[in-house]
C-alpha cells in the first residue's frame, strides 16, 4: 500500500537556524504516525510543512507519490490534508452545528432569496458526530459549554466530514485531564479505523504508544529515528523520549549531592528501570 504523504530528509532553515533536519517517515491509510518530542524539537515546524504554512527547505514531499511543494494552507486542503490545532479555531458562544459548518455553510436558494440551511447542517451535524460515536445532548448548545476533549472531537469529525484523508492533531490532549485524554484517543482510533491517515503530534509517550503504530522521535530539529509499534515498546519508548543517558548522569549528580537513600535519587532510578 503507497503512502498517503511521505517525507524523505526534510529539512527547514529560518536563516541560520536548522529547525529541521533528515526527517524521514510516511503516513498510510488506516494508519496513526506519532510524532514525539520535547519544547523545540521541531514538532510545530514539521506541522507547518505538512499543514502548507511553510515550504520545506530540503529534502522530498511526497503526496499519493507525486512530488509537492505546498505553499498554503488552502493547497493542502485540495490535497486532503486537514490540520486541527491546539485552539481549534472556534467561536465559542455560537452553536455545535454553526462551528461545525464555519467558512463552509450549506445554503439554499438563489439570488436574493439564498439563506442557510439550518435543518440540513443540524442533521448532517448530529450524522457526522454519530458516526464517529460522539453522542451530544444538543448541537444547539454553544460550543464553549463543551468539555476540552469534546471540542476536540467535534473539530476531528469535521475534519472527516470535509473530505480529510490525512487528519494532523496537534498535541490534541496537552491541556486536557486523564479522563478526556482517553476520549479524544478513542475518536483518534475511529478515525484509523474509518480508513484516515493521522498524524499524532505528542510529547506524551503514554498517550502515543496505545493509538499509534508508527513512531518518529525528534530531538533538536533531528529526527531520532522512525519506528514500527513492534519494534518500540513502551518502556523503550519512554526511555528514548526521556534521554537516558542524560537522565542516567542526572541521578549519578543528584547521588553525589544527595545520598543514595533519596527518594528523589530513587524514583528516578526507578524511571531508569
Known amino acids: 500500500m503507497s503512502a498517503l504523504i511521505e517525507v524523505r530528509d526534510l529539512g527547514k532553515r529560518f536563516g541560520n537556524v536548522i529547525a529541521l533536519q533528515g526527517i524521514s517517515t510516511s503516513v498510510r491509510s488506516g494508519e496513526v504516525t506519532c510524532v514525539l518530542g520535547d519544547n523545540g ?4 515546524t514539521l506541522i507547518k510543512i505538512l499543514a502548507g504554512s511553510h ?3 530540503e529534502g522530498t514531499l511526497l503526496i499519493d507519490d507525486q512530488e509537492r ?6 493547497e493542502a486542503l485540495d490535497a486532503g490534508i486537514a490540520t486541527v490545532y491546539q485552539d481549534l479555531a472556534v467561536v465559542p458562544l ?3 452545528w454553526r462551528n461545525f459548518f464555519l467558512g463552509s455553510e450549506v445554503t439554499r436558494g438563489r439570488g436574493p432569496l439564498r439563506r442557510l440551511d439550518v435543518a440540513r447542517m443540524k442533521e448532517t451535524t448530529r450524522t457526522e458526530l454519530a458516526a464517529m460515536g460522539i453522542d451530544l445532548r444538543d448541537v444547539d448548545q454553544p460550543i464553549g459549554t463543551l468539555s476540552g476533549g469534546e471540542r476536540q472531537c467535534v473539530a476531528i469529525a469535521r475534519a472527516v466530514h470535509f473530505g480529510a484523508r490525512v487528519l494532523i492533531l496537534d498535541e490534541p490532549t496537552a491541556a486536557l485531564g486523564v479522563k478526556q485524554s482517553g476520549v479524544v484517543l478513542k475518536y483518534i482510533a475511529k478515525a484509523r479505523d474509518r480508513g484516515l491517515g493521522v498524524v499524532f503530534i505528542t510529547h506524551n509517550p503514554h498517550h502515543a504508544h496505545p493509538v499509534g503504530d508508527r513512531f518518529v522521535l ?7 529515528g522512525d519506528f514500527a509499534k513492534k519494534d518500540l515498546p513502551m518502556d523503550e519508548l519512554v526511555s528514548m523520549m526521556a534521554g537516558g543517558a542524560e ?7 543528584l547521588e553525589r549531592t544527595m545520598g543514595t537513600d533519596s527518594s528523589v535519587v530513587s524514583e528516578l532510578r526507578a524511571d531508569l528501570q
Request: no cysteine.
Open 41 to 44: 524539537a521541531g514538532k510545530s
Open 55 to 57: 515550504p520545506h527547505g
Open 69 to 74: 511543494r505546498l505553499s498554503s494552507p488552502r
Open 94 to 96: 455560537m452553536p455545535v
Open 218 to 224: 525528534l530531538r533538536r530539529g533531528r529526527s531520532l
Open 247 to 253: 537522565l542516567e548522569s542526572l541521578a549519578h549528580e
